[in-house]
């Protein structure tokens, strides 16, 4: 089964410096897809960013960007230029097309804190 | 506007009450999901239904029973409610089950209080 780890319960980040979010992966499927969610207090899940694995190229929107390391299933999100609202927990997530049901596999997510 | 609408966000009950959370979507799409967010956060499926059809049934006790009436709806009932069951459960939806384009949006999630 695929699993989904994020080793950094909780995350500082100075407003205007870059921060990365680490995400690891267990899978033996080579075709699949890896997203990013922002949860706020509002407790909306929001879509940061997706990756496509076939593809090589990092995905990136606006400041956010990836860093795809597919051989070592390492996902990260980093964000550049960081703001108060980026104050967040961040949820990298897993899956796999067209089986399983399309479900998202979570991790357990990251507290982003956004000092000013 | 809202594309993901869930009723009623806050939801504090009786422990054995009978219970519904209703989401609806206007985005078109084929397939809905429920999600459970426990207190640490952590977010696990439950249900996945594709043109009002069950696709995935996580092992999820039977007190707990989906029903999607047309493509826009899945409604949460639960039965013989227990104190285990408070969470926050996320509705979400997706243009089809796993497509290469396909994202899944989410609703504001209803927070279910078990006393």
């Known amino acids: 089964a695929q699993t989904v780890t994020q080793s950094q319960p909780e995350m500082s980040v100075q407003e205007a410096e870059t921060v990365t979010l680490s995400c690891t992966y267990d899978?033996?499927?080579?075709?699949?897809?890896l997203f990013w969610y922002k949860q706020p207090p509002s407790r909306q899940m929001i879509l940061v960013i997706r990756?496509?694995?076939?593809?090589?190229q990092n995905a990136t929107e606006n400041r956010f960007s990836v860093n795809f390391q597919k051989a070592a299933k390492s996902f990260s999100l980093k964000i550049s230029d960081s703001q108060l609202g980026d104050a967040a927990m961040y949820f990298c997530a897993y899956r796999r097309p067209y089986n399983q049901g399309g479900k998202l596999i979570f991790g357990q997510g990251t507290e982003l804190s956004v000092k000013p | 506007d809202t594309a993901v609408s869930q009723t009623p966000k806050y939801l504090v009950t009786q422990m054995g009450n009978d219970k519904s959370i209703k989401c609806e979507q206007n985005?078109?799409?084929?397939?809905m999901y429920w999600y459970k967010q426990d207190s640490k956060k952590f977010l696990k499926i439950m249900f996945s239904?594709?043109?009002?059809?069950?696709?995935i049934n996580e092992t999820v006790p039977n007190r707990f029973s989906p029903k999607s009436p047309d493509k826009a709806h899945l409604n949460l009932h639960i039965n013989s409610l227990e104190l285990g069951d408070s969470a926050v459960y996320f509705c979400?939806?997706?243009?089809?089950?796993?497509?290469?384009?396909?994202?899944?949006?989410f609703g504001p999630g209803t927070r279910l209080t078990v006393l």
């Open positions: 979400a939806s997706s243009q089809d089950w796993g497509g290469s384009t396909d994202t899944q949006y």
């Open positions: 985005l078109g799409h084929d397939t």
């Open positions: 239904y594709n043109n009002k059809e069950l696709i």
């Open positions: 990756q496509e694995a076939y593809k090589q």
């Open positions: 899978t033996s499927e080579s075709d699949y897809y």
